[in-house]
């Protein structure tokens, strides 16, 4: 994997997508090869997977220590791109993740000099600990795959992936993400605690050297961007997407704020990388359902009492009839 220039692959799918068969065979190799670093995180590490092949990205909330940048930076070595780490702190600015014009004193001309957004997977790490003009520096890099700087336009390489962490605790040392920005996460993940066992097992794994040390690509970003193809063109019948529909309608009329259109959009695309993750080429309901809670949950503001988001889309699952 290169930590320098982002590998760039323009034309997405020239090569074909491929079979769902290969793509589900791909999806495990990865799967596997975080789970020599990552112990116990069987499912989380699956969702961070869909969220790859769904051309989404990903935050990961939860106390201090529990593994967030080390799951991120095992995902990202397993696939053979590009990957930069952003340390977010209070005094971090918005230049200092997209680039900035420098003067260059022979040529006598300005030249940009890309910020570390520039790659394939891009780690935030405690996003949260800077303040929002520079979180939201991330906006049209995560919708639109682009950003801009002094009235030009540049386009990321191709895939870009942000995973994201943030820590629940120290709330009076954190900023609050803004809405229009956790709305660009196709997922929201929470890890928790290992088990004893996991706890235990994982001990033995760093009594010396770290294994992420000595993990090796089992994928190369022509892989991932086939595979990606592949998800796309899963089949989404009109009967699923009313049922999407119907989910997100019943947030939107049951909380403050409920589930966008971006979010509904999301998904879908999850679903179809779950159905390829089960070596499907055609979406299930069962596939929303797996999808919903981590999709649409950080989307919904519930409003007054002691509901969380999660209630919501528990509530909507519960009361909305597949058709």
């Not at 080390?70 to 977010?88: E, T």
């Not at 995973?163 to 956790?182: C, D, F, G, K, W």
């Amino acid at each position: 994997m290169s930590d320098g220039e982002a590998t760039a692959v323009p034309d997405a799918g020239t090569d074909g997508a491929l079979p769902v068969g290969e793509a589900a065979d791909l999806t495990d190799r990865i799967t596997d090869n975080v789970e020599r670093v990552i112990v116990g995180h069987h499912d989380a590490i699956k969702h961070i997977v869909v969220t790859m092949l769904a051309r989404g990205h990903l935050l990961l909330e939860d106390v201090p220590g529990v593994g967030k940048t080390m799951l991120a930076r095992a995902m990202a070595r397993s696939v053979d791109c590009s990957f930069k780490r952003v340390q977010f702190t209070p005094d971090l600015l918005p230049a200092d993740v997209t680039g900035v014009n420098v003067f260059n004193q022979k040529s006598r001309e300005f030249e940009f000099q890309p910020g570390p957004v520039f790659a394939n997977v891009v780690l935030g790490d405690e996003i949260n600990r800077a303040p929002p003009k520079t979180q939201s520096a991330l906006l049209e890099a995560m919708e639109e795959s682009q950003v801009t700087v002094d009235g030009e336009t540049r386009a990321l390489p191709n895939p870009f992936t942000v995973i994201a962490t943030q820590n629940n605790v120290e709330q009076s040392r954190t900023y609050e993400l803004p809405m229009a920005e956790t709305d660009r996460f196709t997922k929201k993940l929470k890890l928790g605690y290992p088990t004893e066992t996991d706890e235990t097992e994982m001990l033995g794994r760093v009594a010396g050297s770290h294994p992420i040390e000595s993990l090796d690509p089992v994928a190369s970003v022509e892989d991932l961007v086939r595979a990606r193809d592949t998800v796309s063109k899963v089949e989404v019948s009109e009967p699923v997407r009313g049922y999407v529909t119907r989910l997100a309608g019943h947030t939107r009329e049951n909380a403050e704020l409920g589930v966008s259109p971006r979010g509904s959009i999301a998904l879908v695309r999850t679903a179809q990388a779950r159905a390829v993750l089960d070596g499907r080429d055609y979406v299930i309901p069962d596939d929303v359902q797996a999808e919903a809670r981590t999709v649409l949950a950080h989307r919904v503001v519930p409003g007054g009492g002691a509901r969380t988001g999660l209630d919501v889309v528990e509530d909507a699952l519960d009361a909305v009839p597949v058709e």
